[in-house]
């Protein structure tokens, strides 16, 4: 009888478990579809007619390239594949031919990653700029105003 007794038991705590895993397993698919709903929140903001549609996509491009890049130091990449040369996995000859393939590849990745960065930050401040210019000139007459009715 004590056998039955611990059966339910069991089965009680493997199904507590089974719900615990389900209930985990969803939690990472309801942020999925959080992520799928923000980014046509997003598009439907940039179309708006904020003016700034084309800046929006560029940061949006930028992120999702950044997303997917992947950052090594040179000396854990050497490490790694020092390791694979020990184990005879590889000759040492391919092993430096495929460090120097990958930081180069990498350095190539960082250069456009740089200069697409540097295109947004000058498309932002002309965006800026152009958005400040009004005001700028509004603050000036009235400052010139100012000054003759003190003058």
Sequence with gaps: MATKDQSPGRAKKAKAGAQAKKASARKPASKSK????????????????????GLDKSVEHFRESLEHSVTL???????????????????????????????????????????????????ARKEVGGRAAPVRKQAT??????????G
């Design 34 to 53: 959080a992520k799928g709903k923000a980014k046509p929140k997003t598009a439907k903001k940039a179309a708006g007619g904020s003016g700034v549609t």
């Design 73 to 123: 130091s040179k000396d854990r990449l050497q490490e790694v594949v020092d390791d694979a040369v020990k184990r005879g996995r590889m000759t040492r000859g391919d092993a430096e031919k495929m460090v120097s393939d990958l930081i180069k590849r990498g350095r190539r990745q960082t250069d456009g990653l740089l200069k697409e960065l540097e295109r947004l930050v000058k498309q």
């Design 141 to 150: 007459q009235a400052a010139r105003r100012a000054r003759r009715k003190l």
